[in-house]
Protein backbone atom coordinates (compact mmCIF):
# COMPACT_ATOMS: atom_id res chain seq x y z
CA UNK A 1 0.00 0.00 0.00
CA UNK A 2 1.21 3.63 -0.62
CA UNK A 3 2.24 5.64 2.42
CA UNK A 4 3.46 9.40 2.37
CA UNK A 5 4.10 10.05 6.16
CA UNK A 6 5.09 13.75 6.68
CA UNK A 7 7.01 15.61 9.57
CA UNK A 8 6.33 17.62 11.93
CA UNK A 9 2.47 17.73 11.96
CA UNK A 10 3.00 21.46 12.65
CA UNK A 11 6.05 23.82 13.19
CA UNK A 12 6.16 27.34 14.43
CA UNK A 13 9.21 29.37 13.77
CA UNK A 14 10.17 33.06 13.79
CA UNK A 15 10.69 35.26 10.53
CA UNK A 16 13.73 34.75 9.35
CA UNK A 17 14.65 31.40 11.08
CA UNK A 18 15.44 28.92 8.28
CA UNK A 19 13.72 25.09 8.78
CA UNK A 20 12.65 21.62 6.60
CA UNK A 21 10.33 20.22 6.40
CA UNK A 22 10.51 16.13 5.72
CA UNK A 23 8.08 13.87 3.80
CA UNK A 24 8.75 10.14 3.62
CA UNK A 25 6.94 7.96 0.84
CA UNK A 26 6.56 4.83 -0.46
CA UNK A 27 4.96 4.54 -3.79
CA UNK A 28 5.13 1.93 -5.93
CA UNK A 29 5.88 3.38 -9.50
CA UNK A 30 6.14 6.82 -8.41
CA UNK A 31 6.07 8.49 -11.67
CA UNK A 32 7.03 12.37 -9.04
CA UNK A 33 6.65 13.55 -5.89
CA UNK A 34 4.61 16.88 -5.18
CA UNK A 35 4.26 19.42 -2.97
CA UNK A 36 1.65 21.88 -2.66
CA UNK A 37 0.82 24.39 -0.40
CA UNK A 38 -2.86 25.04 1.55
CA UNK A 39 -4.34 27.90 2.76
CA UNK A 40 -7.32 27.94 5.31
CA UNK A 41 -10.73 27.53 3.56
CA UNK A 42 -9.00 26.62 0.27
CA UNK A 43 -7.78 24.09 -2.27
CA UNK A 44 -4.38 23.00 -2.47
CA UNK A 45 -1.57 25.25 -4.63
CA UNK A 46 0.97 23.51 -6.49
CA UNK A 47 4.67 24.52 -6.09
CA UNK A 48 6.76 22.02 -7.25
CA UNK A 49 7.22 17.99 -8.82
CA UNK A 50 9.89 16.11 -8.52
CA UNK A 51 10.75 12.96 -10.86
CA UNK A 52 14.54 11.78 -9.82
CA UNK A 53 16.67 11.10 -6.65
CA UNK A 54 18.88 14.27 -6.23
CA UNK A 55 16.91 16.60 -8.03
CA UNK A 56 16.15 20.36 -6.76
CA UNK A 57 14.21 23.22 -7.45
CA UNK A 58 13.63 26.33 -5.92
CA UNK A 59 10.92 29.09 -5.83
CA UNK A 60 11.44 32.49 -3.83
CA UNK A 61 12.53 31.29 -0.50
CA UNK A 62 11.40 27.39 -0.98
CA UNK A 63 13.75 24.79 -2.27
CA UNK A 64 12.62 21.28 -2.50
CA UNK A 65 14.92 18.30 -2.84
CA UNK A 66 14.15 14.13 -3.03
CA UNK A 67 16.06 10.90 -2.24
CA UNK A 68 14.58 7.60 -3.32
CA UNK A 69 12.95 7.55 0.07
CA UNK A 70 12.11 10.70 1.02
CA UNK A 71 11.80 14.58 0.05
CA UNK A 72 12.41 18.28 2.09
CA UNK A 73 11.59 21.60 1.76
CA UNK A 74 13.68 23.94 2.91
CA UNK A 75 12.40 26.74 3.93
CA UNK A 76 14.83 29.69 4.30
CA UNK A 77 14.28 33.35 5.81
CA UNK A 78 10.58 32.93 5.91
CA UNK A 79 8.11 35.70 6.43
CA UNK A 80 4.81 35.47 7.95
CA UNK A 81 2.76 35.09 4.57
CA UNK A 82 4.57 31.85 3.92
CA UNK A 83 2.50 30.16 6.55
CA UNK A 84 0.19 27.69 5.37
CA UNK A 85 -0.42 23.96 5.60
CA UNK A 86 2.42 22.36 3.20
CA UNK A 87 1.48 18.61 1.55
CA UNK A 88 3.91 16.19 0.02
CA UNK A 89 2.37 13.69 -2.49
CA UNK A 90 3.40 10.88 -4.74
CA UNK A 91 1.85 9.94 -7.77
CA UNK A 92 1.49 6.33 -8.77
CA UNK A 93 -0.94 7.02 -11.83
CA UNK A 94 -1.33 9.98 -14.11
CA UNK A 95 -3.49 11.90 -11.87
CA UNK A 96 -3.93 9.91 -8.90
CA UNK A 97 -1.91 10.99 -5.82
CA UNK A 98 -1.43 9.90 -2.21
CA UNK A 99 -1.43 12.59 0.36
CA UNK A 100 0.85 12.81 3.46
CA UNK A 101 -1.32 14.61 6.58
CA UNK A 102 0.67 17.69 6.00
CA UNK A 103 2.89 20.56 7.97
CA UNK A 104 0.82 23.33 10.00
CA UNK A 105 3.48 26.07 8.87
CA UNK A 106 3.19 28.87 11.30
CA UNK A 107 5.53 31.85 10.84
CA UNK A 108 5.62 34.82 13.38
CA UNK A 109 7.12 38.10 12.80
CA UNK B 1 -7.80 32.31 -17.02
CA UNK B 2 -10.50 30.76 -14.90
CA UNK B 3 -9.91 28.26 -12.24
CA UNK B 4 -11.28 25.16 -11.19
CA UNK B 5 -15.02 26.22 -10.44
CA UNK B 6 -16.94 24.01 -8.01
CA UNK B 7 -20.42 23.99 -6.93
CA UNK B 8 -22.31 24.38 -4.12
CA UNK B 9 -19.09 25.82 -1.77
CA UNK B 10 -21.18 24.95 1.10
CA UNK B 11 -24.24 22.23 1.65
CA UNK B 12 -25.90 20.63 4.48
CA UNK B 13 -27.00 17.13 4.85
CA UNK B 14 -29.01 14.60 6.66
CA UNK B 15 -28.46 11.16 7.27
CA UNK B 16 -29.99 9.13 4.41
CA UNK B 17 -29.99 11.62 1.51
CA UNK B 18 -28.04 11.90 -1.34
CA UNK B 19 -25.74 14.41 -2.87
CA UNK B 20 -24.18 15.92 -6.28
CA UNK B 21 -21.05 18.03 -6.75
CA UNK B 22 -20.18 19.72 -9.35
CA UNK B 23 -17.11 20.67 -11.07
CA UNK B 24 -15.85 22.88 -14.06
CA UNK B 25 -12.12 22.23 -14.89
CA UNK B 26 -9.91 24.83 -16.60
CA UNK B 27 -10.53 25.47 -19.71
CA UNK B 28 -8.55 22.28 -22.13
CA UNK B 29 -8.48 20.57 -19.25
CA UNK B 30 -9.67 17.26 -20.27
CA UNK B 31 -8.63 15.20 -16.78
CA UNK B 32 -10.92 15.99 -13.80
CA UNK B 33 -10.23 13.86 -10.72
CA UNK B 34 -11.62 14.09 -7.35
CA UNK B 35 -10.50 14.27 -3.19
CA UNK B 36 -11.81 13.94 -0.21
CA UNK B 37 -9.95 16.00 3.15
CA UNK B 38 -11.04 15.28 6.43
CA UNK B 39 -9.00 16.42 9.57
CA UNK B 40 -8.51 12.42 10.23
CA UNK B 41 -6.91 10.95 7.19
CA UNK B 42 -5.81 14.17 5.15
CA UNK B 43 -6.48 13.89 1.35
CA UNK B 44 -7.73 10.46 -0.27
CA UNK B 45 -8.22 10.12 -3.76
CA UNK B 46 -11.70 9.60 -4.87
CA UNK B 47 -11.32 8.69 -8.95
CA UNK B 48 -10.14 10.19 -12.29
CA UNK B 49 -12.24 10.75 -15.47
CA UNK B 50 -10.88 11.43 -19.02
CA UNK B 51 -12.57 12.10 -21.50
CA UNK B 52 -15.99 10.59 -20.01
CA UNK B 53 -14.06 7.43 -18.70
CA UNK B 54 -12.77 6.66 -15.41
CA UNK B 55 -9.62 6.10 -15.55
CA UNK B 56 -8.93 5.47 -12.13
CA UNK B 57 -10.87 4.63 -8.99
CA UNK B 58 -9.85 5.31 -4.99
CA UNK B 59 -10.73 2.76 -2.08
CA UNK B 60 -14.26 4.27 -1.20
CA UNK B 61 -17.47 2.57 -0.95
CA UNK B 62 -20.03 1.92 -3.95
CA UNK B 63 -21.92 5.21 -2.45
CA UNK B 64 -19.67 7.61 -3.92
CA UNK B 65 -19.59 7.58 -7.63
CA UNK B 66 -18.94 10.37 -10.53
CA UNK B 67 -18.91 10.80 -14.21
CA UNK B 68 -17.72 13.33 -16.86
CA UNK B 69 -19.50 15.07 -19.45
CA UNK B 70 -18.55 15.71 -23.10
CA UNK B 71 -17.34 19.20 -22.41
CA UNK B 72 -15.17 18.09 -19.32
CA UNK B 73 -17.33 18.78 -16.63
CA UNK B 74 -17.67 16.56 -13.95
CA UNK B 75 -19.95 15.47 -10.91
CA UNK B 76 -19.66 13.17 -8.06
CA UNK B 77 -22.40 11.89 -6.32
CA UNK B 78 -22.81 10.82 -2.77
CA UNK B 79 -25.74 8.13 -1.81
CA UNK B 80 -27.16 7.49 1.40
CA UNK B 81 -25.09 9.87 3.10
CA UNK B 82 -23.38 8.92 6.45
CA UNK B 83 -21.63 10.80 9.41
CA UNK B 84 -18.44 9.80 8.36
CA UNK B 85 -18.85 11.55 4.63
CA UNK B 86 -18.51 15.08 6.22
CA UNK B 87 -16.09 16.46 4.66
CA UNK B 88 -14.69 18.97 2.15
CA UNK B 89 -14.35 17.72 -1.73
CA UNK B 90 -11.91 18.36 -3.94
CA UNK B 91 -12.01 19.07 -7.56
CA UNK B 92 -8.88 19.11 -9.58
CA UNK B 93 -8.27 18.93 -13.69
CA UNK B 94 -4.98 18.80 -15.14
CA UNK B 95 -3.59 18.73 -19.00
CA UNK B 96 -2.88 15.09 -19.30
CA UNK B 97 0.69 13.98 -20.26
CA UNK B 98 1.79 11.12 -21.95
CA UNK B 99 4.64 10.08 -19.52
CA UNK B 100 5.17 11.45 -15.89
CA UNK B 101 2.66 12.46 -13.82
CA UNK B 102 0.08 15.45 -14.05
CA UNK B 103 0.33 18.89 -12.74
CA UNK B 104 -3.26 19.04 -10.69
CA UNK B 105 -5.02 22.68 -10.32
CA UNK B 106 -7.40 21.74 -7.42
CA UNK B 107 -10.96 23.79 -6.77
CA UNK B 108 -11.51 25.84 -3.73
CA UNK B 109 -13.75 22.39 -2.46
CA UNK B 110 -17.40 21.81 -1.63
CA UNK B 111 -17.66 21.55 2.35
CA UNK B 112 -20.54 18.53 2.76
CA UNK B 113 -21.88 18.44 6.48
CA UNK B 114 -23.87 15.33 7.47
CA UNK B 115 -26.34 15.85 10.44
Known amino acids: EDQVTQSPEALRLQEGESSSLNCSYT??????LFWYRQDPGKGPEFLFT???AGEEKEKERLKATLTKKESFLHITAPKPEDSATYLC??????????FGKGTMLLVSP | KAGVTQTPRYLIKTRGQQVTLSCSPI?????VSWYQQTPGQGLQFLFE???????NKGNFPGRFSGRQFSNSRSEMNVSTLELGDSALYLC??????????????FGAGSRLTVL
Open chain 2, 92 to 105: ASSLDTVSGANVLT
Open chain 1, 50 to 52: LYS
Open chain 1, 89 to 98: AGASGYSTLT
Open chain 2, 27 to 31: SGHRS
Open chain 2, 49 to 55: YFSETQR
Open chain 1, 27 to 32: VSGLRG
